[in-house]
């Protein structure tokens, strides 16, 4: 039962390449969701999906965009990549009003 | 706008001993309060939750009660062991999507032998 899996684990990249992570539930849920997590800063959300179909901000969009490829499977995509994005960045899924199912975690360094 | 604060870490205690890490909020109506944990390398795990008012959550020997009057959720522990060391968040939903959370910054326990 793999649950929630991020790809890749590690990834660095240097100011203004472009890169996606991907991420893919497999526990049929309808909600999916793109965190970062910074030291001393907690996760913040920065892009969700209550649905196929649908995308929405949430309070760190800027310099991201997503999509929902399908109910299972949704992608989080740098455009030109700056050191400010260095963090690690979560996928997490959940159904209803079910609790967040994450994955492991992609750590991202811009150099 | 809504937010969560947690004491600072780390905390540092020995086997057995009791653990409180506090947890206050800010939020317009009621929101949802979660305890979540993560172990080194991975994702977050959902630890305990409260809905309401004076609820209660509890999961592996962890409770914290929703107090509504003094907007907090303190997280506590008996007697805590090494295999508790992690990283702490506290949480709040902002409406009925339970997804959409407010973290805490977090805090590091580390429990020595």
Not at chain 1, 61 to 75: C, D, I
Not at chain 2, 13 to 24: D, G, K, P, Q, R
Request: glycine share 10%.
């Amino acid at each position: 039962n793999a649950g929630v899996t991020q790809t890749p684990k590690f990834q660095v990249l240097k100011t203004g390449q472009s890169m996606t992570l991907q991420c893919a539930q497999d526990m049929n849920h309808n909600s999916m969701y793109w965190y970062r997590q910074d030291p001393g800063m907690g996760l913040r959300l920065i892009y969700y999906s209550a649905s196929e179909g649908t995308t929405d901000k949430g309070e760190v969009p800027n310099g991201y965009n997503v999509s929902r490829l399908n109910k299972r499977e949704f992608s989080l995509r740098l455009e030109s990549a700056a050191p400010s994005q260095t963090s690690v960045y979560f996928c997490a899924s959940s159904e209803g009003g079910s609790p967040l199912h994450f994955g492991n975690g992609t750590r991202l360094t811009v150099t | 706008g809504n937010s969560v604060t947690q004491m600072e870490g780390p905390v540092t205690l020995s086997e057995e001993a009791f653990l409180t890490i506090n947890c206050t909020y800010t939020a317009t109506g009621y929101p949802s309060l979660f305890w979540y944990v993560q172990y080194p390398g991975e994702g977050l795990q959902l630890l305990l939750k409260a809905t309401k008012a004076d609820d209660k959550g509890s999961n592996k020997g962890f409770e914290a009660t929703y107090r509504k009057e003094t907007t907090s959720f303190h997280l506590e522990k008996g007697s805590v062991q090494v295999s508790d060391s992690a990283v702490y968040f506290c949480a709040l939903s902002e409406g009925s999507n339970t997804g959409k959370l407010i973290f805490g910054q977090g805090t590091t326990l580390q429990v020595k032998p």
